[in-house]
């Protein structure tokens, strides 16, 4: 993978680029407190059919931006011109939590940009405004937790919820890999993703779905009780959508990563058929 800085006009955003040459790219979104490191370990079968751009998304990674950036509108624009810049006009899309939310911000404002979508423990927002607001309240004393803590103590919080209880399932050394591949962390930077871009800041769009005709795959863990309904709720308001589950929880890249990427791979052979004559 090579290691790539596009200059923004908010700074600069850090990708890793595959570097092969393919006819086609699959852009993977990776969740909060991650990186592009999270998809390291992508398969050959996948990694040798498409063009890997995974970028370090605003406050994650190596990736430096200005306040700006880290609102809705801005994350889309980020993306738009990133791709422009190297000159992808279609692409497959796969978002992370975190990640699919952006992912799908990005497909309902450029639904002709995508060949496929791929969502995995995703959701597309709060629609009742008092519960948006509760969500910001939370997410504002979460980051002001977040910095006053130290990078370690907050990451083994974060992960010891129980939305990543099958992380603790599998044992403590895999929670303790967890943590050091997400490491180092910006504390300010992630502060900022949450106050600028937490699921209640973040405008809803269940109400615009129906503009998203590429194929979607939208994956769950059947451990992710939370995150399950809300995939039905996708797959029933997305018009070519399906729904794998797997059993883990609300991280299946890596609770169960090569049943998650054997999904993947038999979905993009699909994408890739249906969407042959199209440019």
């Known amino acids: 993978m090579l290691s790539c800085l596009y200059e923004s006009d908010w700074g600069k955003l850090h990708y890793l680029d595959s570097g092969l040459d393919r006819p086609t790219a699959l852009i993977c979104l990776h969740g909060f407190t ?11 079968a996948i990694a040798g059919q498409y063009r890997l751009l995974i970028p370090d998304l605003p406050g994650h990674g190596q ?34 939590s975190m990640g699919g939310r952006l992912a799908l911000q990005f497909a309902v404002r450029n639904p002709a940009r995508l060949r496929s979508l ?35 103590q907050f990451l083994y919080s974060w992960l010891s919820q129980p939305l990543f209880q099958d992380l603790f399932e599998q044992g403590e050394s895999i929670l303790t890999s967890e943590i050091q591949r997400r490491l180092p962390i910006q504390l300010t930077g992630l502060a900022s993703s949450l106050r600028h871009f ?29 995150y399950l309904e809300l995939a039905h709720r996708l797959v029933a308001s997305l018009p070519n959508s399906v729904l794998e589950t ?26 890739n058929v249906s969407s042959v004559g199209t440019c």
């Open 63 to 96: 990736t430096h931006l200005s306040e700006a950036a880290f609102e809705t509108s801005a994350q889309v624009s980020l993306l738009q011109q990133w791709l422009e810049h190297l000159g992808w006009s279609r692409i497959h899309l796969l978002g992370y």
């Open 246 to 271: 797997l059993e883990t929880g609300h991280s299946p890249i890596v609770g169960a990563p090569t049943v998650f990427w054997e999904q993947v791979a038999n979905f993009l052979k699909k994408a």
């Open 118 to 152: 791929i969502l995995v423990s995703a959701t597309a927002g709060i629609v009742e405004k008092a519960a948006r607001t509760d969500r910001v309240s939370q997410d504002q004393q979460l980051a002001d937790r977040l910095l006053s803590s130290k990078p370690e």
């Open 198 to 226: 937490g699921s209640g800041a973040m405008p809803s769009t269940w109400h615009q779905l129906n503009r998203i005709q590429e194929p979607t795959l939208i994956v769950a863990g059947c451990k992710d009780a939370k």
């Open 34 to 44: 991650g990186s592009s490191r999270d998809f390291l370990k992508v398969p050959k």
